[in-house]
């Protein structure tokens, strides 16, 4: 019985160190072939543009899946963005999964590229990095099977959110929308429209043609609680009016938010 136990105790100390020399593989960052064979489980390329090819390999990947006319998809490496938090160096990978058709990246006009997202930690003493959290077909961004704009914005000292910009026309409005993602797990933070306007319905001088605009200032000097910035949605332009069928009227309004634990988002907060 005895000599069992200790079987049992080698095989779960064995299975315990395999489980972690998996957890913590490392990558030097300018091995791009490396990086995307490993996080997407394939080693088969395009040798034109370096994508990966690969299948969806999970129920989920399925779902998310927009599988070019080739039967794979086609990921490659969009950018690699840099932030510090608490003296830590982390890195952003962001990959772009575009849909082909006859060797051209094709899409309906509301279909950007599919995006998926690694946050990778320095490691100290070997300088390369390690995944800390990996998302597969985190959105879906831009149009006509394009891309949109993906960077970073520091919310407070030691917080940053991924944005995700995107613009798009239709029916004659013009508008432009971003979105945040908190580092820490991916989850959106907040989002609004940027940008709208309806000179393509009806000129830049028609009564009713509205055009407002939308920035964010952040209060960087008051300390909160949450180590994130409170800070002011500034809104300056004119809106429709109240039928969407009459002349545009003023749009001018400062809105203070805050945020929420609770939700781990932006909240309006009370006047």
Same mark, same amino acid.
């Given at each position: 019985?005895?000599?069992?136990?200790?079987?049992?105790?080698?095989?779960?100390?064995?299975?315990?160190?395999?489980?972690?020399?998996?957890?913590?593989?490392?990558?030097?960052?300018?091995?791009?072939?490396?990086?995307?064979?490993?996080?997407?489980?394939?080693?088969?390329?395009?040798?034109?543009?370096?994508?990966?090819?690969?299948?969806?390999?999970?129920?989920?990947?399925?779902?998310?899946?927009?599988?070019?006319?080739?039967?794979?998809?086609?990921?490659?490496?969009?950018?690699?963005?840099?932030?510090?938090?608490?003296?830590?160096?982390?890195?952003?990978?962001?990959?772009?999964?575009?849909?082909?058709?006859?060797?051209?990246?094709?899409?309906?006009?509301?279909?950007?590229?599919?995006?998926?997202?690694?946050?990778?930690?320095?490691?100290?003493?070997?300088?390369?990095? #390690?995944?800390?959290?990996?998302?597969?077909?985190?959105?879906?961004?831009?149009?006509?099977?394009?891309?949109?704009?993906?960077?970073?914005?520091?919310?407070?000292?030691?917080?940053?959110?991924?944005?995700?910009?995107?613009?798009?026309?239709?029916?004659?409005?013009?508008? #432009?929308?971003?979105?945040?993602?908190?580092?820490?797990?991916?989850?959106?933070?907040?989002?609004?429209?940027?940008?709208?306007?309806?000179?393509?319905?009806?000129? #830049?001088?028609?009564?009713?043609?509205?055009?407002?605009?939308?920035?964010?200032?952040?209060?960087?000097?008051?300390?909160?609680?949450?180590?994130?910035?409170?800070?002011?949605?500034?809104?300056?332009?004119?809106?429709?009016? #109240?039928?969407?069928?009459?002349?545009?009227?003023?749009?001018?309004?400062?809105?203070?938010?805050?945020?929420?634990?609770?939700?781990?988002?932006?909240?309006?907060?009370?006047?």
């Amino acid at each position: 019985m005895k000599k069992l136990i200790l079987f049992f105790g080698f095989l779960f100390f064995c299975s315990a160190l395999s489980g972690q020399s998996e957890s913590m593989v490392s990558f030097d960052l300018r091995d791009t072939q490396r990086l995307l064979s490993v996080l997407f489980d394939s080693g088969f390329f395009d040798e034109t543009n370096g994508d990966v090819l690969w299948k969806p390999i999970s129920f989920s990947d399925a779902v998310e899946a927009n599988l070019s006319d080739d039967g794979y998809l086609h990921t490659g490496l969009d950018t690699i963005l840099y932030f510090t938090t608490y003296g830590i160096h982390h890195a952003v990978a962001v990959f772009a999964t575009f849909h082909y058709d006859n060797g051209e990246v094709s899409d309906c006009h509301a279909c950007g590229a599919q995006l998926s997202v690694a946050v990778l930690d320095e490691a100290a003493v070997t300088g390369r990095w #390690e995944v800390r959290q990996f998302s597969k077909h985190l959105a879906a961004l831009g149009g006509y099977g394009a891309n949109g704009l993906v960077g970073l914005l520091q919310f407070g000292e030691n917080q940053w959110a991924l944005s995700l910009d995107m613009e798009w026309f239709g029916q004659g409005i013009s508008s #432009e929308y971003i979105e945040y993602r908190n580092m820490d797990n991916l989850e959106k933070v907040f989002n609004y429209v940027v940008h709208e306007d309806n000179n393509g319905v009806w000129g #830049e001088s028609n009564e009713k043609t509205y055009l407002f605009d939308k920035t964010i200032h952040f209060l960087s000097n008051n300390s909160t609680k949450s180590g994130w910035w409170d800070f002011d949605l500034v809104t300056r332009g004119t809106r429709p009016g #109240e039928d969407n069928d009459e002349k545009s009227i003023p749009d001018n309004v400062v809105e203070h938010y805050v945020f929420d634990w609770d939700t781990n988002t932006y909240m309006r907060a009370c006047p």
